[in-house]
């Protein structure tokens, strides 16, 4: 009886945000919550799909920058908001996929049963770059490098767990050799000691490299993407020397778990119909980033293939959380 009656209870409470879903939201603001600082590629996508989000909703979209604890402090903040639709969350491969095995039991919200995914947004290949600390101008001459020196050879990373530490993990794995990482910071430090010839290689986004390979400070090595970028022709991708390779930095929106359906779908309706404008396609070329539309179901199960497939790579190159 208690049971029952505490279901009867509940029932009433839950049905005024249903009935709202279907026609009142939103009615005010949304706060669209990032895991980093302003400016780098996370906050660019964003920023573009909420000003698009704005004109199909009719509601501002608020971007919050909420960086600390690998991405987990805005996954906690959204997974302990109210489910009403009006708190999201701009999740990608680190604090969504990365972290629930970097982090173990130290992780204070599993993503995957705090939070519900709405719809994939976009994905951006990564560029390998080399400096003066290395003479490799192409991939093979790289690996060839690195089984040489064997473990003596040093590459840098934005952090332990980032994209380009996991990609880079994942190529020396498939091509059977060893680099020691260094890890930085962000991005911005990491390629300025590539730069200066301290390290010699770094895996990064294709708008924080482009600058520095065009001024010929750098040297592109390889992009992780499956095929050559247009902005990079003559570039190969990793796969050309490792077949199978791909590594490739994702992002997508997440909303607190229990968020009514009908909320749900229909910002994912949103979201979707705002990756088709292009106007969006070219605010998200402009990061390196493409539209990468995924509705909520095949976004869950995407981020559940993700955890299986960088779980070994984390485990086998010891990589911990910082």
Known sequence: MPIKRRALLAAPALMPLAARAQ?????????????????????????ALGTRLNATLGQPVVV???????GNLATELVAGSRPDGYTLLMGNQGPISVNPTLFGRNLKVNPQT???PVAMVAETPLVLVAGPATAATTLPALIAEAREKRGGMNYASPGNGAAG????????????????????RGAAPGLTDVAAGTVAAM?????SVAGLVQGGVLRALAVTDDKRLPSMPDVQTVAETIPGYRATAWYGILVPHGTPEPIRARLEAAILGSLDSPELASSLGREGAVPYPMAGEAFGRFIAAERARWAPVIQAAGITAD
């Open 23 to 47: 026609g009142g939201w939103p009615d005010r603001p949304l706060r669209l919550i990032l895991p980093y600082t302003p400016g780098g590629g996370t906050d660019a996508v964003a920023r």
């Open 165 to 184: 530490h996991l990609a880079m993990a994942l190529l020396l794995q498939q091509a059977g050799v060893e680099a020691t990482h260094v890890p930085f």
């Open 64 to 70: 919050e920058n909420r960086p600390g604890a690998g």
């Open 203 to 207: 895996i990064s986004t294709l708008p």
């Open 114 to 116: 705090a939070l519900d």
